[in-house]
């Protein structure tokens, strides 16, 4: 039972074009959530999160927006940069539990 | 500097062969956890720890061991390899369960 789920396997945008990638849970005890990136050959790395207490939290080019009636929170990479390729993991948790739950990933690819 | 270190980064090996893949953290980390990522199905949690002596299953446990001796070393254990365990294998640490976490670069097992 895949509890956190990113439906679009992969997505392309035009450099300097938004980026938007999706999220979906079905977990309504979820009231942490997070993006993380992951190049090629390395580990993932934290991105931006939103606590459930919030609707959007911003960290320059980055941010989160969460909807929590209808479980779901994207990502908005604006202006998106050749450098932004990457997979993009949306992750989230349950306070008072040890453990996060990731989505499949999406494959964002940002072309010149 | 900060780190999430495993190895070995490459291991391939046979049926049966029982294999450790260590992984240490230098931030002094309460909580510790190993994933596999595998195509389409994202980052799953196999076990993880949420301090010494700790440990938990995550969503994908069986087949696998780990022990916490130590804060810093959290070793993932294959007592007899299968090639449904050819994966690539993370992992990371956090202050606490929820928290955000980081990785280790990734060990990419192959079971013949």
């Known amino acids: 039972d895949q509890q956190v789920k990113q439906n679009s396997p992969s997505l392309s945008v035009q450099e300097g074009r938004i980026s938007i990638l999706n999220c979906d849970y079905t977990?309504?005890?979820?009231?942490?959530f997070l993006w993380y990136k992951k190049y090629p050959a390395e580990g993932p790395t934290f991105l931006i999160s939103i606590s459930s207490i919030k609707d959007k939290n911003e960290d320059g080019r980055f941010t989160v927006f969460l909807n929590k009636s209808a479980k779901h929170l994207s990502l908005h990479i604006v202006p998106s940069q050749p450098g932004d390729s990457a997979v993009y993991f949306c992750?989230?948790?349950?306070?008072?539990?040890?453990?996060?739950?990731f989505g499949q990933g999406t494959i964002l690819t940002v072309h010149p | 500097e900060a780190q999430v270190t495993q190895n070995p980064r490459y291991l391939i090996t046979v049926t049966g062969k029982k294999l450790t893949v260590t992984c240490s953290q230098n931030?002094?980390?309460?909580?510790m956890s190993w994933y596999r990522q595998d195509p389409g199905l994202g980052l799953r949690q196999i076990y993880y720890s949420m301090n010494v002596e700790v440990t938990d299953k995550g969503d994908v446990p069986e087949g696998y061991k780990v022990s916490r001796k130590e804060k810093r070393n959290f070793p993932l254990i294959l007592e007899s390899p299968s090639p449904n365990q050819t994966s690539l294998y993370f992992c990371a640490s956090s202050l606490g369960g929820g928290d955000e976490q980081f990785f280790g670069p990734g060990t990419r097992l192959t079971v013949l």
């Open positions: 977990n309504s005890m979820f009231d942490y």
């Open positions: 931030m002094n980390h309460e909580y």
């Open positions: 992750a989230a948790s349950e306070e008072g539990y040890g453990k996060l739950t």
